[in-house]
């Protein structure tokens, strides 16, 4: 049996977790960056439990509360310079995706010069500023991965930097604090996390404690494929998407993820396409075309998520997810080129030619 993992974070998870388990954060420094998006954090009580559970220890901190959705690389930047300027010891990232993935590269270009030419490129000196990171939407698993993944202009997508560096010290998972998402970000995040652990499985990297915590995550969130689409979850449901969702973040942080996030990167890029709902339309399609090759895996994968056939995964994910967006045969080309230079093509189990993904986006998405 051959196994290679690895996984530096401390995961502190219930209900109320960070005021509880506060005093494990005077070992990180004086004074903390916290970085956040523009409103949750402010809305769901995870700002507040982080500002006085700092004040309590003696710590102090700046806010820099500007990361939108899908951070773009000037926003990193323009992070890592207050980083400097506060002259923060370590960040605290509370919020989704995206300020979990801004935060990441602003620990990291906080004390390193990495211009943005260099920023993708994957060599970089030993010093980071030390993460404390807070999911407040279930999907990302990014406060257990080493990535941080930003709009990349000049490339025209989606791009990330990838480095145990960004392992966080630490990751507190309240699921209290993902109670007031609204039903669309509760279903497009919780087909992201599912995304990562089905991708996990299909990955030339996927081992048996990877697939461990692929197939509880996907079990997880199957079981609430009905809550999702009634929009009522329960709060243990709650809780379980987020348990799930950090799973899948263990599971990508060793096998990476694959061909469906590469395509689904152009979908947002181009198209304003959410993340998780990027994932969600072309998963389906990417598990028929591996019915061919593989077909014992793809049916393990099928039983974990409750389904007999592609054809019924396909239908729940259709029931979750809507009316599917228009894609011109033009956007097909051009996104399969782009997919096809990522290293995502490489990590999978069966590698996709070109015509493939044509296939999968044909498949996914209403062509017009
Ligand atoms: P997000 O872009 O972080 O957040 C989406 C929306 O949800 C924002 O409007 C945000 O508002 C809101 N929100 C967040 N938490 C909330 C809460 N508890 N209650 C109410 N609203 C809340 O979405 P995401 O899907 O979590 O993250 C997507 C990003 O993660 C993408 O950039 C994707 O590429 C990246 N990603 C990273 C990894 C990784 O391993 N690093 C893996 C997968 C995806 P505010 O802006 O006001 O907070
Ligand atoms: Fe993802």
Do not use: W
């Not at 903390?32 to 995870?46: D, E, Q, W, Y």
């Not at 096998?255 to 979908?267: E, N, Q, R």
């Not at 967006?325 to 399969?336: A, P």
């Not at 990590?347 to 296939?359: D, H, S, T, W, Y």
């Amino acid at each position: 049996m051959n196994i290679l993992y690895h996984m530096p974070t401390k995961v502190i998870m219930g209900n109320h977790c960070v005021k509880n388990n506060g005093t494990v954060l005077t070992a990180m420094g004086k004074k903390a960056l916290i970085v956040t998006g523009a409103r949750s954090a402010k809305m769901n009580g995870s700002l507040e439990d982080v500002t006085v559970t700092l004040s309590s220890n003696g710590q102090s901190f700046a806010v820099y509360d500007k990361v939108m959705s899908n951070p773009t690389v000037e926003c990193a930047y323009e992070g890592a310079a207050l980083a400097r300027a506060e002259k923060a010891d370590f960040v605290i990232a509370i919020g989704g995706g995206s300020p979990m993935d801004a935060a990441k590269a602003i620990a990291l270009l906080a004390v390193q010069d990495i211009s943005a030419e260099k920023l993708f490129a994957g060599s970089y000196g030993n010093e980071v500023l030390p993460l404390v990171l807070i999911p407040t939407t279930a999907g990302t698993g990014s406060e257990v991965t080493q990535y941080s993944i930003l709009t990349n202009n000049a490339a025209r997508t989606k791009t990330s930097i990838a480095t145990p560096l960004l392992f966080p010290k630490i990751a507190f998972l309240d699921a209290r604090y993902t109670e007031g998402l609204s039903h669309k970000t509760t279903v497009n995040t919780a087909i992201d996390a599912l995304s990562h652990s089905v991708e996990g499985m299909l990955s030339n990297r996927a081992n048996a404690m990877t697939d461990i915590l692929a197939s509880d995550s996907i079990r997880g969130i199957a079981s609430c494929f009905a809550g999702l689409k009634k929009g009522e979850l329960a709060a243990e449901q709650r809780e379980r998407l987020l348990y799930a969702s950090m799973l899948g973040g263990m599971v990508i942080a060793n096998t990476g993820t694959t061909a469906v996030h590469a395509m689904g990167y152009s979908l947002t890029y181009y198209k304003d396409i959410d993340h998780g709902r990027a994932n969600g339309l072309l998963l389906a399609a990417f598990l028929k075309l591996l019915e061919k090759e593989i077909p014992a895996r793809v049916q393990e994968i099928l039983a974990l998520a409750d389904c007999t056939s592609v054809a019924e995964f396909d239908s729940q994910m259709d029931q979750l997810l809507g009316e599917k967006e228009e894609m011109t045969m033009e956007e097909v080309e051009l996104y399969t080129r782009t997919a096809m230079k990522t290293r995502n093509i490489a990590n999978c189990l069966v590698v996709p030619k070109a015509e493939e993904l044509e296939e999968v986006y044909r498949r996914s998405l209403r062509i017009v």
